[in-house]
Nanobody
Framework: QVQVVESGGGLVQAGDSLRLSCVAS????????IGWFRQPPGKEREFVAT????????IYADSVKGRFTISRDNAKNTAYLQMNSLKSGDTAVYYC?????????????????WGQGTQVTVSA
């Protein structure tokens, strides 16, 4: 079992930056991928970015490419989502998820463990 807890959300203005953190605990020694997803108001949860265990492979949603950066520090059992040039369309609850699968996934079903989410609100 792996537990993940997100933090770092808040209210910002369009064009601002924000960094989300995801701390993992439990059986982290087995190696796991981390994914970030978001759920805008009234919409389904959508993929944002994912990173593999070693940190050398990442995938981004087209909507965030060039603006968001996913990274991780395994010594701290922490993953990050650096969000720059935020837009009102980025407003959502952001979720961190962990997966022990052998390949990266962009689908919600590819992740075993989920955090409770952190709210990001971008005002125009």
């Amino acid at each position: 079992q792996v537990q993940v807890v997100e933090s770092g959300g808040g209210l910002v203005q369009a064009g601002d930056s924000l960094r989300l953190s995801c701390v993992a605990s439990g059986r982290t020694g087995s190696g796991y991928h981390i994914g970030w997803f978001r759920q805008p108001p009234g919409k389904e949860r959508e993929f944002v970015a994912t990173i593999n265990w070693s940190g050398d492979s990442t995938i981004y949603a087209d909507s965030v490419k060039g603006r968001f950066t996913i990274s991780r520090d395994n010594a701290k059992n922490t993953a990050y989502l650096q969000m720059n040039s935020l837009k009102s369309g980025d407003t959502a609850v952001y979720y961190c998820a962990a997966a022990s699968a052998p390949t990266l996934s962009t689908g919600v079903n590819g992740y075993n463990y989920w955090g409770q989410g952190t709210q990001v609100t971008v005002s125009a």
